[in-house]
Each structure stands twice: as structure tokens, then as C-alpha cells.
């Protein structure tokens, strides 16, 4: 199945920590829009209720306008298609970096699609965001990141290895950023989830 990309309205004004593959599936969420062709993509799909979008009405791929008073967020709507459509591999890019309150919502989304059978990440300029749940991962190394880790819930217990400083079956818990400004050391670094589910981010210095 081809991955899917998401397009939200945060600002991108320069290079991503990935770009999107050249087969993949992408989704504008309102004026994320203006994203897609900035970077010079072209969207499969756009859908909002485009109250945030300046320069007229989408005009290229499929265009689905909803109302502006729902529960669901732009963001969140463009997920839902996703999912609907069978993608479970969805990368959503203009999701961090602008306003707090959405980033959060964005945050969630990623537990949304987690608990709908999906992988999702928050991809920006600076920071790429995972939530991972109970199972064993393996990090690549890239020079000038940190990786920091916190609990999606009140605690997660977890290990990591191949990094500055080391968790052997930790208990990180919501009320203390223990997991902040980690750096990996060795060409991986292995990260186990024994109980619970991480926020995993990777900021750049």
C-alpha cells in the first residue's frame, strides 16, 4: 500500500526532516493546500472547510468541502480518509511548529491512528514525533539530533540503548521529563516498550 502524506496549515518555510516518497498518496487538510504546492507536490485530495485557506478554492485533484461547525479537525478529517481508504502508513507534515493548541490536537491525532491499526509520525523542520507502544524499535543515528522520550499516559516502562544516557526497564512517568535531550551514540540505538506507550521525538540542535 502506498504511504500517505498529510499536508497541515503550520508553516513550512524550508527543507522537512523526509519528504514525502514519489508514490505517495497526498492529502491537503484546508490550507495546508498552499503547502502542497509551494513544495511543489500536487494533492490526490483536498478537504476542509477552507476558512483558512487564502489565494481561492483548490483546484487541482479531488476537492471535498465540509461545514465549518464539526467535531473533527482539518487534520483529523484528512485521517479519517486516509484510514477509510485502507492507508496505514500516514506521515503528517505542517503539524508542528505553529500554534500550541493544534499541535496537541495533532499529538492526539497520532493516537488516533495508532489505535486504528495505523503507524503515524508529526514530520516538521526541525522535529519528526512517534508515538510507539509496546514492542521493540530500532533508531538510526543522524548527527545533530536529539531523541528525547515521554510517557502517553501516567507512566511507560521502557529500556534504551546506544544512546548517552541509558534506561534499563525505566518507569518514565507524565509528572517529570526524564527522557528530554538524549542523544543517540553508537549507529542505532535500541529502544524497548515493556508497558504503556512513548512519545518519541527527534529535535534538531
Same mark, same amino acid.
Given at each position: 500500500m502506498r504511504p500517505?502524506?498529510?499536508?497541515?496549515?503550520?508553516?513550512?518555510?524550508?527543507?522537512?526532516l523526509c519528504e514525502?516518497?514519489?508514490?505517495?498518496?497526498?492529502?491537503?487538510?484546508?490550507?495546508?493546500?498552499?503547502?502542497?504546492?509551494?513544495?511543489?507536490?500536487?494533492?490526490?485530495?483536498?478537504?476542509?472547510?477552507?476558512?483558512?485557506?487564502?489565494?481561492? *478554492?483548490?483546484?487541482?485533484?479531488?476537492?471535498?468541502?465540509?461545514?465549518?461547525?464539526?467535531?473533527?479537525?482539518?487534520?483529523?478529517?484528512?485521517?479519517? *480518509?486516509?484510514?477509510?481508504?485502507?492507508?496505514?502508513?500516514?506521515?503528517?507534515?505542517?503539524?508542528?511548529?505553529?500554534?500550541?493548541?493544534?499541535?496537541?490536537?495533532?499529538?492526539?491525532?497520532?493516537?488516533?491512528?495508532?489505535?486504528?491499526?495505523?503507524?503515524?509520525?508529526?514530520?516538521?523542520?526541525?522535529?519528526?514525533?512517534?508515538?510507539?507502544?509496546?514492542?521493540?524499535?530500532?533508531?538510526?543515528?543522524?548527527?545533530?539530533?536529539?531523541?528525547?522520550?515521554?510517557?502517553?499516559?501516567?507512566?511507560?516502562?521502557?529500556?534504551?540503548?546506544?544512546?548517552?544516557?541509558?534506561?534499563?526497564?525505566?518507569?518514565?512517568?507524565?509528572?517529570?521529563?526524564?527522557?528530554?535531550?538524549?542523544?543517540?551514540?553508537?549507529?542505532?540505538?535500541?529502544?524497548?516498550?515493556?508497558?504503556?506507550?512513548?512519545?518519541?521525538?527527534?529535535?534538531?540542535?
Open positions: 500517505c502524506w498529510i499536508f497541515g496549515g503550520a508553516p513550512i518555510s524550508g527543507k522537512l514525502p516518497p514519489h508514490n505517495a498518496y497526498i492529502i491537503a487538510a484546508d490550507s495546508g493546500y498552499s503547502s502542497v504546492l509551494e513544495m511543489g507536490y500536487s494533492p490526490d485530495l483536498t478537504v476542509g472547510d477552507f476558512d483558512s485557506l487564502t489565494g481561492g *478554492m483548490p483546484s487541482l485533484g479531488e476537492v471535498l468541502t465540509v461545514g465549518a461547525e464539526k467535531d473533527d479537525t482539518d487534520t483529523m478529517l484528512a485521517v479519517k *480518509m486516509a484510514l477509510e481508504a485502507g492507508y496505514k502508513d500516514i506521515s503528517i507534515t505542517g503539524a508542528v511548529g505553529g500554534r500550541l493548541d493544534h499541535t496537541i490536537a495533532n499529538i492526539q491525532t497520532l493516537a488516533y491512528i495508532k489505535s486504528h491499526g495505523g503507524k503515524g509520525r508529526l514530520v516538521g523542520e526541525r522535529d519528526m514525533v512517534l508515538l510507539e507502544g509496546e514492542g521493540r524499535y530500532i533508531y538510526k543515528r543522524t548527527d545533530g539530533m536529539y531523541l528525547s522520550l515521554f510517557s502517553y499516559g501516567s507512566s511507560a516502562e521502557v529500556s534504551v540503548s546506544g544512546v548517552k544516557y541509558c534506561l534499563d526497564r525505566h518507569c518514565l512517568e507524565n509528572t517529570f521529563p526524564l527522557g528530554v535531550s538524549n542523544e543517540i551514540t553508537e549507529q542505532e540505538c535500541t529502544f524497548t516498550v515493556w508497558k504503556g506507550e512513548v512519545l518519541v521525538i527527534f529535535s534538531k540542535k
